[in-house]
Protein backbone atom coordinates (compact mmCIF):
# COMPACT_ATOMS: atom_id res chain seq x y z
CA UNK A 1 0.00 0.00 0.00
CA UNK A 2 3.08 2.38 0.68
CA UNK A 3 4.47 1.46 -2.29
CA UNK A 4 1.56 1.94 -4.39
CA UNK A 5 0.95 5.79 -2.50
CA UNK A 6 4.46 6.20 -3.19
CA UNK A 7 4.31 5.70 -7.29
CA UNK A 8 1.17 7.58 -7.47
CA UNK A 9 3.01 10.65 -5.87
CA UNK A 10 6.03 9.80 -7.89
CA UNK A 11 3.43 9.89 -11.03
CA UNK A 12 1.73 13.33 -9.69
CA UNK A 13 4.92 14.80 -9.43
CA UNK A 14 6.16 13.56 -13.02
CA UNK A 15 2.73 15.39 -14.57
CA UNK A 16 2.97 18.64 -12.86
CA UNK A 17 6.94 18.57 -13.97
CA UNK A 18 5.52 17.66 -18.01
CA UNK A 19 2.52 20.52 -17.75
CA UNK A 20 5.12 23.46 -16.45
CA UNK A 21 7.76 22.01 -19.17
CA UNK A 22 4.60 21.98 -22.04
CA UNK A 23 3.37 25.47 -20.30
CA UNK A 24 7.28 26.65 -20.62
CA UNK A 25 7.55 26.03 -24.05
CA UNK A 26 4.20 26.68 -25.64
CA UNK A 27 2.17 29.31 -23.48
CA UNK A 28 3.91 32.25 -24.37
CA UNK A 29 2.22 31.65 -27.79
CA UNK A 30 -1.31 31.40 -25.94
CA UNK A 31 -0.15 34.46 -24.39
CA UNK A 32 0.35 36.13 -28.02
CA UNK A 33 -3.15 34.82 -29.07
CA UNK A 34 -4.81 35.96 -26.19
CA UNK A 35 -3.54 39.53 -25.66
CA UNK A 36 -2.69 40.03 -29.33
CA UNK A 37 1.14 39.84 -29.44
CA UNK A 38 3.06 39.10 -33.01
CA UNK A 39 5.07 35.84 -32.88
CA UNK A 40 7.20 37.94 -35.63
CA UNK A 41 7.23 41.21 -33.96
CA UNK A 42 7.41 40.45 -30.28
CA UNK A 43 4.92 43.12 -29.30
CA UNK A 44 1.24 44.13 -28.31
CA UNK A 45 -0.68 45.62 -30.99
CA UNK A 46 -3.91 46.71 -31.07
CA UNK A 47 -7.56 44.59 -31.93
CA UNK A 48 -9.92 46.82 -32.19
CA UNK A 49 -11.12 50.57 -33.08
CA UNK A 50 -14.58 52.18 -32.19
CA UNK A 51 -13.88 54.93 -34.73
CA UNK A 52 -17.06 57.20 -33.89
CA UNK A 53 -15.23 60.47 -34.87
CA UNK A 54 -18.05 62.81 -36.38
CA UNK A 55 -17.32 64.22 -40.42
CA UNK A 56 -17.86 68.01 -38.40
CA UNK A 57 -14.88 66.90 -36.22
CA UNK A 58 -13.08 65.45 -38.79
CA UNK A 59 -13.19 68.66 -40.92
CA UNK A 60 -12.58 70.70 -37.80
CA UNK A 61 -9.56 69.27 -37.40
CA UNK A 62 -8.70 69.15 -40.75
CA UNK A 63 -8.26 73.05 -40.97
CA UNK A 64 -7.11 73.36 -37.98
CA UNK A 65 -3.90 71.89 -39.44
CA UNK A 66 -3.94 73.25 -42.39
CA UNK A 67 -3.68 76.96 -40.82
CA UNK A 68 -1.19 75.93 -38.52
CA UNK A 69 0.62 74.46 -41.17
CA UNK A 70 3.06 77.08 -41.93
CA UNK A 71 3.70 78.71 -38.37
CA UNK A 72 6.63 77.69 -35.54
CA UNK A 73 3.72 75.48 -33.81
CA UNK A 74 2.19 72.99 -36.18
CA UNK A 75 -0.90 71.56 -34.81
CA UNK A 76 -1.34 68.07 -36.26
CA UNK A 77 -5.51 66.70 -36.61
CA UNK A 78 -4.65 63.82 -34.97
CA UNK A 79 -3.07 65.08 -32.42
CA UNK A 80 -6.50 67.07 -31.68
CA UNK A 81 -9.07 64.37 -32.45
CA UNK A 82 -7.31 62.00 -30.25
CA UNK A 83 -6.85 64.49 -27.48
CA UNK A 84 -10.68 64.78 -27.77
CA UNK A 85 -11.65 61.31 -27.73
CA UNK A 86 -9.51 61.03 -24.24
CA UNK A 87 -12.24 63.86 -22.86
CA UNK A 88 -15.29 62.03 -24.88
CA UNK A 89 -14.58 58.44 -23.82
CA UNK A 90 -14.25 57.61 -27.45
CA UNK A 91 -17.62 59.08 -28.28
CA UNK A 92 -17.70 62.18 -30.21
CA UNK A 93 -21.61 62.55 -30.16
CA UNK A 94 -21.42 65.46 -28.06
CA UNK A 95 -19.12 66.90 -29.91
CA UNK A 96 -18.28 70.90 -29.32
CA UNK A 97 -15.76 73.11 -31.45
CA UNK A 98 -14.80 75.01 -28.52
CA UNK A 99 -13.92 72.15 -27.36
CA UNK A 100 -11.51 71.69 -29.82
CA UNK A 101 -10.58 75.18 -29.94
CA UNK A 102 -9.40 75.48 -26.66
CA UNK A 103 -6.66 72.45 -27.31
CA UNK A 104 -5.86 74.21 -30.43
CA UNK A 105 -5.14 77.49 -28.60
CA UNK A 106 -3.04 75.70 -26.28
CA UNK A 107 -0.84 73.49 -28.11
CA UNK A 108 -0.37 76.73 -30.31
CA UNK A 109 1.08 78.26 -27.36
CA UNK A 110 3.23 75.67 -26.98
CA UNK A 111 1.70 73.29 -24.65
CA UNK A 112 2.71 69.62 -25.19
CA UNK A 113 -0.78 66.62 -25.93
CA UNK A 114 0.65 65.20 -22.66
CA UNK A 115 0.18 68.31 -20.71
CA UNK A 116 -3.52 68.93 -21.81
CA UNK A 117 -4.59 65.46 -20.42
CA UNK A 118 -3.98 63.14 -17.20
CA UNK A 119 -4.45 60.01 -18.96
CA UNK A 120 -1.42 59.99 -21.43
CA UNK A 121 -1.64 56.03 -21.96
CA UNK A 122 -5.41 56.25 -23.32
CA UNK A 123 -3.96 59.32 -25.10
CA UNK A 124 -1.17 57.03 -26.70
CA UNK A 125 -3.57 54.35 -27.80
CA UNK A 126 -5.54 57.08 -29.79
CA UNK A 127 -2.59 58.89 -31.27
CA UNK A 128 -2.00 54.96 -32.70
CA UNK A 129 -5.47 54.08 -33.49
CA UNK A 130 -6.62 57.34 -35.10
CA UNK A 131 -3.01 57.92 -37.06
CA UNK A 132 -3.62 54.07 -38.52
CA UNK A 133 -7.35 55.57 -39.89
CA UNK A 134 -6.34 59.12 -40.87
CA UNK A 135 -2.35 58.74 -41.99
CA UNK A 136 -3.30 58.46 -45.66
CA UNK A 137 -5.80 61.97 -45.74
CA UNK A 138 -3.59 65.00 -44.87
CA UNK A 139 -0.06 65.88 -46.19
CA UNK A 140 2.23 67.52 -48.97
CA UNK A 141 0.86 66.90 -52.35
CA UNK A 142 1.30 68.73 -55.79
CA UNK A 143 -0.81 70.65 -58.21
CA UNK A 144 0.35 70.27 -62.14
CA UNK A 145 1.55 73.53 -63.46
CA UNK A 146 1.09 74.65 -66.94
CA UNK A 147 4.54 75.64 -67.34
CA UNK A 148 7.74 74.92 -65.22
CA UNK A 149 10.26 77.87 -65.74
CA UNK A 150 11.42 77.29 -62.35
CA UNK A 151 12.38 73.93 -63.28
CA UNK A 152 9.49 72.19 -61.34
CA UNK A 153 6.66 70.90 -62.99
CA UNK A 154 4.01 70.80 -59.77
CA UNK A 155 3.09 73.37 -56.88
CA UNK A 156 3.48 72.02 -53.64
CA UNK A 157 0.48 72.23 -51.19
CA UNK A 158 -0.87 71.00 -47.84
CA UNK A 159 -4.10 69.88 -46.88
CA UNK A 160 -6.46 67.14 -47.72
CA UNK A 161 -4.98 64.78 -50.70
CA UNK A 162 -8.04 62.36 -49.99
CA UNK A 163 -11.31 61.94 -52.24
CA UNK A 164 -14.93 60.47 -51.69
CA UNK A 165 -14.82 56.56 -53.55
CA UNK A 166 -18.32 58.37 -55.88
CA UNK A 167 -16.30 60.77 -58.33
CA UNK A 168 -17.81 64.48 -58.31
CA UNK A 169 -20.97 64.92 -60.00
CA UNK A 170 -22.83 61.78 -59.41
CA UNK A 171 -25.65 61.67 -57.11
CA UNK A 172 -25.42 58.89 -54.06
CA UNK A 173 -27.54 57.97 -51.35
CA UNK A 174 -26.18 56.89 -47.93
CA UNK A 175 -27.04 56.04 -44.34
CA UNK A 176 -25.12 54.52 -41.64
CA UNK A 177 -25.96 50.94 -42.10
CA UNK A 178 -22.49 49.39 -39.98
CA UNK A 179 -23.22 46.69 -38.30
CA UNK A 180 -26.68 45.65 -40.07
CA UNK A 181 -27.49 41.94 -40.45
CA UNK A 182 -26.08 39.85 -43.66
CA UNK A 183 -27.58 36.35 -44.27
CA UNK A 184 -26.05 35.58 -47.80
CA UNK A 185 -23.90 32.48 -47.18
CA UNK A 186 -23.71 32.88 -43.37
CA UNK A 187 -25.65 35.28 -40.75
CA UNK A 188 -23.08 38.23 -40.09
CA UNK A 189 -22.41 41.84 -39.45
CA UNK A 190 -22.30 44.26 -42.23
CA UNK A 191 -18.91 45.48 -41.99
CA UNK A 192 -18.70 48.17 -44.73
CA UNK A 193 -20.96 51.12 -45.74
CA UNK A 194 -22.82 51.07 -48.83
CA UNK A 195 -23.48 54.10 -51.18
CA UNK A 196 -26.61 53.59 -53.22
CA UNK A 197 -26.12 55.33 -56.90
CA UNK A 198 -26.49 54.44 -60.50
CA UNK A 199 -24.79 51.67 -62.77
CA UNK A 200 -21.41 52.98 -63.91
CA UNK A 201 -21.18 55.66 -61.52
CA UNK A 202 -17.15 56.27 -61.32
CA UNK A 203 -15.26 54.85 -58.41
CA UNK A 204 -11.93 56.35 -57.62
CA UNK A 205 -9.40 55.69 -54.96
CA UNK A 206 -9.74 56.97 -51.73
CA UNK A 207 -6.35 57.17 -51.29
CA UNK A 208 -3.17 56.01 -52.95
CA UNK A 209 -1.70 52.19 -52.88
CA UNK A 210 -1.09 48.93 -53.95
CA UNK A 211 -3.65 46.97 -55.48
CA UNK A 212 -4.00 43.68 -52.95
CA UNK A 213 -7.17 41.73 -54.03
CA UNK A 214 -8.84 42.09 -58.17
CA UNK A 215 -11.45 39.69 -59.27
CA UNK A 216 -14.45 38.33 -58.15
CA UNK A 217 -15.66 37.42 -54.79
CA UNK A 218 -19.17 35.82 -54.56
CA UNK A 219 -20.25 37.71 -51.36
CA UNK A 220 -18.95 41.31 -53.22
CA UNK A 221 -18.82 40.07 -57.15
CA UNK A 222 -16.54 42.08 -58.98
CA UNK A 223 -14.58 43.62 -56.14
CA UNK A 224 -10.71 45.85 -55.51
CA UNK A 225 -8.94 45.61 -52.54
CA UNK A 226 -5.97 48.63 -52.06
CA UNK A 227 -3.78 48.56 -49.70
CA UNK A 228 -2.10 51.98 -48.31
CA UNK A 229 1.74 52.74 -48.88
CA UNK A 230 2.30 52.24 -45.43
CA UNK A 231 0.39 48.97 -45.14
CA UNK A 232 -2.12 50.10 -42.39
CA UNK A 233 -5.32 50.80 -44.59
CA UNK A 234 -6.83 47.76 -46.68
CA UNK A 235 -9.66 49.72 -49.21
CA UNK A 236 -12.35 47.46 -50.41
CA UNK A 237 -14.62 48.26 -52.86
CA UNK A 238 -17.25 45.52 -53.98
CA UNK A 239 -20.31 45.30 -56.13
CA UNK A 240 -18.74 47.06 -59.18
CA UNK A 241 -20.59 46.58 -62.45
CA UNK A 242 -21.36 43.86 -64.73
CA UNK A 243 -19.20 43.24 -67.60
CA UNK A 244 -17.02 46.30 -66.87
CA UNK A 245 -15.81 46.67 -63.55
CA UNK A 246 -12.63 47.91 -63.83
CA UNK A 247 -10.38 50.53 -65.34
CA UNK A 248 -7.53 49.06 -66.01
CA UNK A 249 -6.80 47.18 -62.74
CA UNK A 250 -4.77 44.06 -61.57
CA UNK A 251 -2.92 42.95 -58.49
CA UNK A 252 0.25 44.66 -57.86
CA UNK A 253 -0.51 48.22 -59.71
CA UNK A 254 0.42 51.47 -58.04
CA UNK A 255 -2.59 53.34 -58.03
CA UNK A 256 -3.28 57.23 -56.47
CA UNK A 257 -6.02 59.18 -54.75
CA UNK A 258 -8.61 60.08 -57.43
CA UNK A 259 -7.91 57.80 -60.32
CA UNK A 260 -11.18 56.10 -61.10
CA UNK A 261 -10.14 52.22 -60.31
CA UNK A 262 -14.28 50.47 -61.47
CA UNK A 263 -17.76 51.62 -62.14
CA UNK A 264 -20.65 50.91 -59.57
CA UNK A 265 -22.80 48.03 -60.21
CA UNK A 266 -25.27 45.28 -58.18
CA UNK A 267 -22.70 42.11 -58.74
CA UNK A 268 -22.02 39.28 -56.03
CA UNK A 269 -23.88 36.96 -53.87
CA UNK A 270 -23.08 33.98 -56.30
CA UNK A 271 -20.64 31.69 -57.49
CA UNK A 272 -21.11 32.51 -60.81
CA UNK A 273 -18.57 34.94 -61.73
CA UNK A 274 -20.28 38.05 -63.67
CA UNK A 275 -23.52 37.80 -62.20
CA UNK A 276 -26.25 40.87 -60.83
CA UNK A 277 -27.40 39.12 -57.55
CA UNK A 278 -27.69 42.58 -55.66
CA UNK A 279 -31.17 44.41 -55.43
CA UNK A 280 -30.17 47.50 -55.58
CA UNK A 281 -26.99 49.00 -57.29
CA UNK A 282 -24.84 50.20 -54.79
CA UNK A 283 -20.70 50.89 -53.43
CA UNK A 284 -19.92 48.52 -51.06
CA UNK A 285 -16.92 50.50 -49.36
CA UNK A 286 -14.61 49.07 -46.56
CA UNK A 287 -12.24 49.99 -44.42
CA UNK A 288 -9.97 47.74 -42.69
CA UNK A 289 -7.13 48.94 -40.28
CA UNK A 290 -4.04 46.47 -40.08
CA UNK A 291 -1.97 46.66 -37.09
CA UNK A 292 -0.18 42.61 -37.26
CA UNK A 293 -0.12 40.58 -40.32
CA UNK A 294 -2.10 38.18 -38.80
CA UNK A 295 -4.93 40.96 -38.95
CA UNK A 296 -5.31 40.93 -42.96
CA UNK A 297 -7.33 37.33 -42.84
CA UNK A 298 -7.35 35.79 -39.33
CA UNK A 299 -9.05 36.96 -36.18
CA UNK A 300 -8.91 40.38 -35.23
CA UNK A 301 -9.76 41.94 -37.75
CA UNK A 302 -10.37 45.42 -37.48
CA UNK A 303 -13.19 46.78 -39.64
CA UNK A 304 -14.02 50.65 -39.01
CA UNK A 305 -18.04 51.83 -39.05
CA UNK A 306 -16.77 54.54 -42.44
CA UNK A 307 -20.27 56.59 -42.81
CA UNK A 308 -18.98 59.48 -41.24
CA UNK A 309 -15.67 59.69 -43.22
CA UNK A 310 -16.92 59.68 -46.21
CA UNK A 311 -19.35 62.25 -44.75
CA UNK A 312 -16.04 64.21 -44.41
CA UNK A 313 -14.60 63.06 -47.69
CA UNK A 314 -18.05 64.31 -50.09
CA UNK A 315 -16.87 67.74 -49.98
CA UNK A 316 -13.72 66.24 -52.03
CA UNK A 317 -14.66 64.86 -55.03
CA UNK A 318 -12.24 63.63 -58.06
CA UNK A 319 -13.65 65.53 -61.13
CA UNK A 320 -13.35 62.66 -64.10
CA UNK A 321 -14.10 63.22 -67.97
CA UNK A 322 -14.88 59.95 -70.50
CA UNK A 323 -12.65 59.56 -73.20
CA UNK A 324 -14.83 58.03 -75.97
CA UNK A 325 -12.22 56.32 -77.95
CA UNK A 326 -11.13 53.81 -74.26
CA UNK A 327 -14.58 54.22 -73.09
CA UNK A 328 -13.01 54.22 -69.85
CA UNK A 329 -13.34 57.88 -67.45
CA UNK A 330 -9.98 59.49 -65.66
CA UNK A 331 -9.16 62.05 -63.32
CA UNK A 332 -9.63 65.73 -65.06
CA UNK A 333 -7.34 67.42 -62.57
CA UNK A 334 -5.01 64.73 -61.17
CA UNK A 335 -2.69 65.59 -57.61
CA UNK A 336 0.62 64.63 -57.52
CA UNK A 337 1.06 62.52 -53.89
CA UNK A 338 4.04 63.21 -52.80
CA UNK A 339 4.20 60.35 -50.68
CA UNK A 340 4.30 57.89 -53.34
CA UNK A 341 7.56 57.00 -54.44
CA UNK A 342 8.75 58.01 -58.22
Known amino acids: MKIYK ?12 CIFILARYTGAHFYKAYVGVSADAEKKYIKWIDFDVTSQALTDAVRFDVESYDGESHVNHVTLLSLLAVKYGGSFKGYKKADMQKLYDALRDGKKPEELTKNTKLLNYYLEAYSAVLDGFVGEYGVRKNNSEDGLFYEKRYGLKAFSPIAAGYYYEDYDDFGAPRSFGYKRAHLGHDMLGSVGTPIVAVEG ?22 GKRYYYYAHLRKGHPFNDMYEGKLVEAGEVIGYLGMTGYSSKEDTNNIN ?49 FSRKNPIIDLSIPD
Do not use: M
Request: charged share 20%; aromatic share 14%.
Open 280 to 328: VPHLHFGLQIIFDPSQKDGVNQIWIDAYELTKFLSANRSEVVFDKQSGE
Open 6 to 17: RRHVISLYICIL
Open 209 to 230: GYVEACGWNRFGGWRIGIRSLD
